[in-house]
């Protein structure tokens, strides 16, 4: 397969995306019973979010998203999409899950392969590969004052981006980018929809585990064993 021809696939994964992203950044918009510009903007904000962070730090030649007119107008589908269609809130909370996990899939593979194909090594590709995921979403919890989904408090969510990019550099490594990419979207989603279904979460940093805290225990420890003991006589 020519260079044009896996970039256009790429293009397309991106695509899926955006739309998927925007949907669920006007759903959330809905949810808070925000205004129409409101409503636009998160839903923008959240399916062109990471992919223009990303090519911000590739270099390669502005966003993607501002050069190309399906970007924009794909994610003004997905906030039409939520806007026109009325869908009762149980049914969105079941089929929110699997959007959300394709999205994500999509997205890491997206800017994995991306990273890989301007010449760009592992590490650069799973760092791009993960934000390109995770920075819509970033950028729109920071927007409406909450703590990122991605720093804690849900299920995993940035690792099954990680997951998702290392199989793409993996398949990119055997010439494989389109096999790839539906493999790391097949693995990013179902690493998200299985970590909700079993509740999975990373174990979270307490006060009393840090390393200061580890450090400061150890030297009363040590202070307590120099320190001469005198028995009492009953």
């Known amino acids: 397969m020519t260079s044009e021809a896996v970039m256009a696939f790429l293009q397309w994964v991106d695509l899926i995306?955006?739309?998927?992203?925007?949907?669920?950044?006007?759903?959330?918009?809905?949810?808070?019973?925000m205004d129409i510009i409101a409503f636009l903007v998160?839903?923008?904000?959240?399916?062109?979010?990471?992919?223009?962070?990303?090519?911000?730090?590739?270099?390669?030649?502005?966003?993607?998203?501002?050069?190309?007119?399906?970007?924009?107008?794909?994610?003004?589908?997905?906030?039409?999409?939520?806007?026109?269609?009325h869908v009762p809130k149980r049914w969105w909370d079941r089929i929110w899950p699997p959007i959300d996990a394709v999205a994500v899939g999509a997205w890491a593979a997206t800017g994995t392969m991306k990273t890989l194909e301007h010449g760009f090594g592992v590490l650069p590709a799973l760092m791009l590969g993960t934000i390109?995921?995770?920075?819509?979403?970033?950028?729109?919890?920071?927007?409406?004052?909450?703590?990122?989904?991605?720093?804690?408090g849900n299920t995993l969510y940035a690792v099954p981006a990680i997951l998702a990019s290392a199989v793409a550099v993996v398949f990119h490594h055997f010439g494989m980018t389109v096999i790839g990419s539906v493999a790391a979207i097949v693995v990013g989603a179902s690493t998200i929809l299985l970590?909700?279904?079993?509740?999975?979460?990373?174990?979270?940093?307490?006060e009393d585990v840090t390393l200061n805290a580890a450090l400061r225990k150890a030297m009363r420890r040590s202070k307590d064993s120099w320190r001469p003991r005198f028995r009492r006589d009953a």
């Open 132 to 152: 390109t995921a995770v920075g819509g979403g970033f950028v729109r919890d920071v927007v409406l004052r909450r703590i990122p989904g991605i720093l804690g």
């Open 195 to 206: 970590a909700r279904w079993k509740g999975l979460v990373l174990p979270v940093a307490h």
């Open 42 to 85: 998160l839903g923008i904000m959240t399916g062109l979010g990471g992919g223009m962070i990303r090519d911000t730090l590739l270099q390669v030649g502005p966003p993607v998203a501002l050069t190309d007119w399906r970007y924009l107008t794909t994610a003004l589908c997905g906030c039409g999409i939520v806007a026109l269609i």
């Open 17 to 33: 995306g955006v739309l998927f992203n925007a949907m669920l950044g006007a759903v959330i918009a809905r949810g808070a019973r």
